[in-house]
């Protein structure tokens, strides 16, 4: 499935917004069958920060590892905030 | 002569805006008028004007080292997240009219990070008045964020109860992962703006307590100095003059 990130907004910056997001798109993750990829799409996307990333990123990682892709990662704000949470 | 009376022209030209322009601030509360009769003719007292023109950072540092607490004015003050992510929307929109959005991104979110940082770890701790100062000035290339929060080394001290003074946590908050809110995770927000301040022609003075750093682009190491006054919460300032 591919997570278009822009449906959350395009200024992803606060924390309590970040986990709103992880926690309102729990029905969704929940229906992904057991292989499935999850591409998580940046494009639209205008800032990200850690603290945001932090609520839905992390928890996305932890829960489907090395099934999550990332695509269109391009914008500085999203390649500096995955950069700081790779040194986690 | 601080209440001295002047025209709308005049208030135009020493802002170097239009005056449809302040009548559009005037409607929005950002710079009120005087006005003999509800049609009548606008006027602007000189002290707003001067206020008006005096550095955003002046005015938010006044606000934040007073020891009376005051509400700043309400075009500046961000009581709650959802009002300082509506201004931080409205600042990214007109920076995107002067600067590409590769900048445009790193700036907004250096400034989302500081902002919501305060709400973070004042969120029900607020010792007067909650939420934050928020404002910019395009025109010098200059924005500014301050609380009356509870500071950095009294949020780090929760979980390093042997930091002794403000220049020390301040230095740990821009150098180690290190949380306020232990057991959650986190505490990469001020490394993250510090990465981009390094990486781009942009500056940064950030003071808690009375310890400050000052980072521009190129700076390898956070060096911490003495302040001569003190604040209790944090006060920022970021500079993109270099996009001038």
Known sequence: MIIQMKKFGIILVSRPSGKEAWLAFQPVLNEISQDEEIIVDFDDVVVLTPSWADEFLTPLYKRFKDRVKLQNTNNPSVSATLAILAKQ | ?244
């Open chain 2, 1 to 244: 002569m601080q209440n001295k009376l002047i025209s709308i022209g005049r208030a135009a030209q020493l802002l170097g805006v239009s005056i449809d322009t302040l009548r559009r601030w005037d409607l929005a509360g950002r710079l009120q008028s005087t006005r003999s009769t509800p049609r009548g003719h606008r006027y602007y007292l000189q002290s707003d004007i001067e206020q008006y023109l005096q550095d955003v950072d002046t005015i938010a540092r006044r606000w934040a080292e007073a020891s009376q607490a005051i509400e700043p004015k309400p075009d500046v003050y961000c009581q709650t997240r959802d009002v300082f992510q509506g201004r931080l929307e409205q600042f990214q929109s007109r920076l995107s009219r002067i600067t590409p959005l590769t900048t445009v991104s790193l700036v907004t979110a250096v400034a989302g990070e500081i902002g919501n940082n305060s709400y973070d770890h004042n969120l029900g701790n607020w010792p007067d008045i909650p939420g934050i100062f928020f404002s910019y000035n395009i025109r010098t290339r200059k924005a500014v964020l301050a609380d009356r929060g509870i500071g950095i080394l009294t949020t780090l001290k929760r979980v390093r109860p042997e930091l002794a003074s403000a220049q020390e946590a301040l230095k740990v908050a821009f150098t180690e992962t290190i949380s306020g809110r232990f057991p959650e995770a986190r505490g990469n927000g001020l490394k993250f703006v510090k990465s981009i301040i390094i990486d781009n022609p942009f500056t940064l003075y950030f003071q808690t307590g009375n310890a400050y750093l000052y980072l521009k682009q190129y700076d390898r190491d956070v060096i911490v100095q003495r302040a001569k006054t003190s604040i209790r919460g944090c006060f920022a300032t970021i500079g993109f003059e270099g996009l001038l």
